[in-house]
């Protein structure tokens, strides 16, 4: 809605890393989202009950998603290290390729 656009979605879970702990924050759809009113990228997580965004994270144009293991990656965040633990790994791979594709058209 309001003039986004979602250019991939996964079934995962996001983490926050501090001090080498993982601290599971949510779950629910995890998407990369383009916004044309704010000319920008991010990162939303919805939850499938209230359909709501539980979690954002502007996607900036370096950004690069880390394969840890086939269903979890990590990424540099706001004010840690972000984990995505997707419940596919098929769902990992495809997000992985269109998200990657993306930035590299952004640089």
């Not at 601290?23 to 995890?30: E, L, P, T």
């Not at 880390?66 to 004010?79: H, L, P, S």
Request: net charge neutral; proline share 1%; glycine share 6%.
């Amino acid at each position: 809605g309001h003039n986004r656009v979602t250019l991939a979605t996964a079934v995962a879970q996001v983490l926050h890393g501090y001090n080498g702990t993982w601290r599971k924050q949510a779950c629910g759809v995890f998407c990369f989202v383009k916004d044309y009113d704010n000319r920008s990228y991010c990162f939303r997580l919805y939850d499938l009950k209230s359909r709501q965004a539980i979690y954002e994270e502007v996607v900036p144009a370096v950004l690069r998603l880390e394969k840890a293991m086939d269903v979890f990656y990590t990424f540099d965040g706001t004010n840690c290290k972000i984990g995505i633990n997707f419940v596919d790994r098929d769902e990992a791979q495809t997000f992985s390729h269109h998200f990657h594709s993306k930035q590299e058209d952004r640089q």
